[in-house]
Structure formats: C-alpha cells, structure tokens
C-alpha cells in the first residue's frame, strides 16, 4: 500500500521513519506528474518543495501553527499532506483550487495573493499572538524570486523591530521566479549557496575539538562568542544580520533530516529567523529540469513521459505582441521593453534575444517598474512594460503619480485581461479599465484581434506624452473582425440597416466575436442594431455622444467590472452630451470569482450572448409598451393579494 494513501493529515507524517520519508518524497513526485500532467498547474515549483513541505509539517503543527505560502503556487504538496489527494478537477469548476483556499481546509491561510506579501501577514499574525499571548508559531514560505518585491522588504524592516516576537522565514531558494531571479539581491543568495557556510564550518570545527583534550571545549566556546566576525569571513549573511534577523543556513531543500533540525532549532529560537533552503525546481523530473524558460513553472496538459504538449496549440494574442515588439525594435531605436520577473510569459523572450541591451527585468517589483518607465521615457526613450492586468493593480499610484502627472510616453501592455478562469480570483484581469478611468490623460486601447493588437500597439507608441496602455485576452486569437466603416475613430463592425436603428452595441475588445452574435440574435426579434468597437475606450470616443442619440439603446458589454468600467465612461460621456438615451451595461460583477474555465465563469455571470440578447430583447419590449417578463429574463410573478 503505497504510503501516500496513508496520510489524511500532518501528523501521520510522525510515525514514518527516515527511509519511509524519503519514499514518500519520491510517491509525491510520481504523483504530481501523473497528476498535474493530465489537467495542467503548477509543476516545477511543487516538484521543488516536496522535502521542505514534510519536514514542515513534521515540526510545526498546522493547524494551531499557521504555515503561510506566498502566492500559493507551491502548495500541492501541502495539500496532499492535508488530507487533499484528489487532483483530478485541479484548477477546474468544483474541484482543487491551483492555490490555498479557506474553503477546502483550515490548513490553508491565505488564499492566492499575489506575490511578495506573505512576510506582511506574518509580521501580523506574530503580533496577534503576541498580543493574545498564544504560544502558536507562524511560519512564511517565500521565495528568493518574491524577495525581489519591495513588499518583503517593508516587512523584513518591521519583523527585526522585536527581537523576542517568535516567526519563521522559510526562504525558498530555487535562483528563480518564473525565470532565473535577478537583481542585487539575487546574487547575493548566489553568493550565500556558493560559500562554505558558517553553520557547516563551526559543526565541522566543534567535531574536531572536542576530541582534543583540555583545550578543545574552551577554545570552540571562544570561538563560538566571536561568531559574528566568523560569520562575515565565513559566509556573507551579515545583511539578514544586520537587520536583527537571525540566519540559518544554506539548508539543503531535499535533505529532510537537515530541514527538520534547522527547523526546529529554529523554532525554539524565540524571535525572528530566516532559515535558506537551497531547493531545485522541478526536481525529479527530466523533462521540467532540462526546460530553461522556466522548469515548467506553470503547463498545460502534457505527456507525462516527454513533457510535450498533448494539444498543439495556435497563435496567441501574447505572441502576437511580443512578434511585433521585435518589429518595432528594428525601426525604433529607442523603444525599450521592461517586464516585472516574467520575461517569457508576457512575451518579450523574442525582444530580449533581439536587443539584449533594450531590456529590463525588475524582478517582481511592479511599482517600481513603473517609476523605471518614467525616468526612462524622460531621459528620451519610449519604454513598454509588459505586465499582466491583474499585477498592474499594485502600481496604481506610480501610473497616477509618477507616469501621468508628469505626462511621460509610457506604454502599458496588459497581458491576460479581462476573465481568465482556473487560476482563480486574484488572475482575473477585471479591474485595470475601471482603476485606469481615474488617471487624467491617460489612453486605453483593447484590441479585438491580431490585426489590432499590432496596429494599436503602434498607436500607443507614437503617444510621447501621455501614459497608454494596450490590454487583451489571455490564450488563442481567433480570427480577424473585420470593420464595415468608421465613425469617428470607432470601427463599426455591424450595420442597421435602417436609419432608425433601435441598439447601440458598444463592443469592448475581445468580446467583438460575441457581440456579433448577440447583434444576430436581437436580429431575429425584430430588433436592428449597431456594433461599433470603441478601439480605444478612454477617452471616450467624440462620436459616441451623436453616434448613441441616433439609436433608442446603448448596450456596452466588456470583460471588466461593471463598477466604474467602460460602461460607466460611455454612460458620463452621453450625460456630458446632454444625451437622454437608456444605457444597460453588461460586464463582471463586482465579486472575486471561483476558478474554472473562462467559458463556464462567463456563463456564471451572465456575459454570453443568449444572456444578453435575452435581456436587451426585454428592454427595447419595455421601451414599447409591450414588456415581456419572459423574454426579459424575469419569471412571472403572482399580484400580490391582501
């Protein structure tokens, strides 16, 4: 009976012996494979953890222990040894969250953050114990990659403050993020791994001395009082030092004895530690290892044996930007790309191997490259910082302050806008139009297609400035939509075919394909509509105003909140105007939304065109004396009797 069925809980990793805890290590890596290979997640990572999650959990005692994970990604095997071994809905509708989720167990914290944030959480939660005085530990696993945010580092400033608050920091050390990490503080940890550390050094000496007589044990105690100059000539790790915190390590990441006794020396220390774990991600399996991009840090469905794709998948829309980057590399010299530790997934490997001079990566430090942006595009050069929409949130105020208000030629590029699905509520890309509207001068273009994304990526760049940004869907790109005119700066990609049109269909970026198609349904019913594509959303076009007062309904539809959307900037521009004509806006709704697959959390909110058609279908009926509670998607209602 394989031991990996035997656990339903942490403590039942007690009673297994070293050899047992070492085949169960390798049962848990067969089973992320055959696992995670059939329904896609986050494999190199968890291959990487396997040794540091048990001895975790053999140490400290989850639940009344709190073991926090920043962002979360690396949390299958913590799952699995929390009594969650069913992966076969991973990441999809009613099965296992990709990340830690209070839902499924009261050994998970936090849900899915995002990055650099767990040692904030840590720093508060020692402090309620303090305060509450618990004797329970807390414990954050982040990575060397998230020690690149400046969110760790404000809360490694405040963590050192007590020396007597007890927490763990478990550094995760793979040298990478999603890509090798970078940055000052990368090679410092590189220095740290490479460096015959003090630990090893001072076991080795106390071994040796204590077997010569009479002088030995006094002159490694005396050796043991010196130790901090020891340290800074034995091991470079006076910076954690420095700080107050107390370090142990390099630990290796899969030696589970070495784990659990740094550990738990740890734990009885009585204040802050940091204790680095050397660990390989992807460990164990051949094919993640010998991938450079990024070990397989997050894949789709794939043949466990090769590590190929099982479906061959088309061009898509991050493609798509990053072939044209290159162009434009080529005819500008001064277009620069920055990305935020995510070379490859925001799709600037091709730009980097191009002009390997022309690129920056931040590391996972978003606000900061923002700021970068700035001083760069005011020293004469046109920066693109490729981002996803939903990292974009944490430099809201460098946009606003430092990018807008000094009207500097940034361009923003918004990778996996709008629902992106089974990565679940913190991946979804559904505020940036709505936080965006704020920013004064400030230009937002959401393409419906390639052909757009490259021709608006173009008109982004010749804006010198003003702040621009450019947002689009996550995966394939469907075909081209063609435009049948313009009006203003507004493609028309549908036609009345009367003077006197009864809907005006706002289009937002990808969602074009589903507009048509709700255009054809209301067709059926008698009802003619316009579907024009703003192109771009902010400012609102000036056509718009002229364009709505020819029609008797204005419907917008975008893939963002409702609250504050596009619908909202449509709607204060026909009020502006002096425009009296209804408007319905269809978008998400201001809730954080489930994982699953784009098309089923579309179908949960109502965002697909039979929804719609149904419910525009029932407000023209309204706006004709002849409303049909049925048709409006409303179910009959008895009068009310007295």
């Known amino acids: 009976m394989p031991l990996l069925t035997r656990i339903t809980g942490p403590r039942d990793l007690d009673r297994l012996s070293p050899e047992q805890l070492d085949q169960l290590a390798e049962e848990i890596r067969t089973f992320l494979v055959d696992a995670v290979s059939k329904t896609g997640g986050h494999l190199g990572p968890n291959l990487g953890v396997v040794e540091l999650t048990i001895a975790l959990h053999r140490v400290f005692d989850s639940p009344k222990d709190k073991v926090l994970w920043d962002t979360g990604h690396q949390s299958y095997v913590h799952k699995l040894l929390t009594g969650r071994q069913d992966f076969s809905k991973l990441k999809m509708k009613g099965g296992l969250s990709g990340y830690p989720s209070q839902a499924e167990s009261e050994h998970d914290v936090i849900e899915n953050s995002h990055a650099s944030t767990v040692l904030g959480w840590a720093d508060g939660l020692a402090k309620a114990n303090q305060l509450r005085k618990r004797d329970d530990h807390v414990v954050a696993v982040i990575g060397d990659g998230a020690l690149t945010g400046g969110m760790a580092w404000e809360a490694l400033n405040n963590i050192a403050e007590a020396k007597d608050r007890p927490l763990v920091i478990v550094v995760n050390d793979n040298e990478r993020s999603y890509a090798p990490t970078i940055g000052g503080l990368a090679n410092h940890l590189a220095t740290l791994r490479t460096t015959d550390g003090y630990e090893r050094f001072l076991a080795r000496t106390k071994d040796i001395l204590d077997r010569t007589p009479v002088v030995g044990r006094p002159l490694y105690e005396t050796l043991h009082g010196a130790k901090k100059g020891l340290k800074d000539f034995i091991a470079p790790q006076g910076m954690f030092e420095d700080l107050g915190l107390k370090y142990v390590g390099p630990i290796d990441g899969h030696d589970i004895e070495a784990l659990e006794s740094a550990l738990a020396r740890a734990k009885r220390f009585g204040g802050p530690v940091i204790v680095h774990c050397l660990t390989e991600k992807g460990r164990g399996y051949q094919p993640a290892l010998q991938d450079e991009a990024d070990r397989f840090h997050g894949i789709g469905p794939i043949h466990p044996d090769t590590g190929l794709p099982i479906k061959a998948s088309g061009a898509d829309w991050t493609s798509v930007f990053g072939d044209e980057m290159v162009k434009l590399g080529k005819e500008r010299e001064d277009i620069v790309a920055i990305t935020a530790a995510m070379l490859q997934p ?56 430092d990018v807008a208000l000094h009207k500097c030629g940034v361009t923003f590029v918004l990778d ?14 559904m505020w940036d139009m709505s936080i965006l509207q704020v920013v004064p001068g400030l230009r937002l273009a959401a393409p419906r297609d390639a052909d757009q994304v490259r021709a608006q990526l173009r008109e982004a760049v010749e804006v010198e400035d003003a702040p621009t940004v450019v947002r689009f869907s996550k995966g394939a790109v469907g075909p081209a939509v063609p435009a049948v005119g313009r009006v203003g700066g507004m493609d028309v990609l549908r036609e ?29 019913q008698g009802i003619t509509t316009t579907v024009v594509d703003p ?55 201001p809730r954080f939304l489930d994982h699953a697959s784009r098309a089923e959390v579309m179908a949960e909110i109502g965002l697909t065109a039979p929804d719609i058609a149904r419910q525009v279908t029932g407000l023209v009926a309204k706006l004709d004396g002849r409303f049909d509670r049925t048709a409006a998607g409303v179910d009959s209602v008895e009068p009310a009797r007295d």
Not at 498 to 524: F, H, N, Q, R, Y
Request: hydrophobic letters at 45%; aromatic letters at 6%; glycine letters at 12%.
């Open 346 to 401: 925001v799709g600037l490997k091709k730009f980097a191997d191009t002009f390997p001079d022309r690129i920056y990566d931040v590391g996972i430090a978003e606000q900061h490259g923002a700021v970068s942006a700035a001083g760069l595009a005011t020293g004469g050069v046109h920066p693109v910082f490729a981002v996803y929409a939903t990292f974009l949130n944490r430099a809201f105020d460098q946009v606003l302050m």
């Open 496 to 524: 009345p075919g009367t003077d006197t049109p009864d809907v005006l269909l706002v289009s937002v970026g990808a969602l074009a394909p589903m507009c048509l198609d709700i255009a054809s349904l209301l067709d059926k």
């Open 416 to 429: 996996r806008a709008g629902v992106t699905g089974t990565d679940g509520a913190s991946h979804n890309g």
């Open 535 to 589: 192109r771009w959303v902010k400012p609102v076009d000036e056509a718009m105003a002229p364009l709505a007062e020819r029609h008797r309904v204005v419907v917008t539809v975008e893939d963002n909140s409702r609250v504050g959307g596009v619908g909202s900037a449509v709607a204060q521009a026909l009020r502006d105007a002096g425009v009296d004509v209804p408007l319905r806006d269809f978008g998400i709704p």
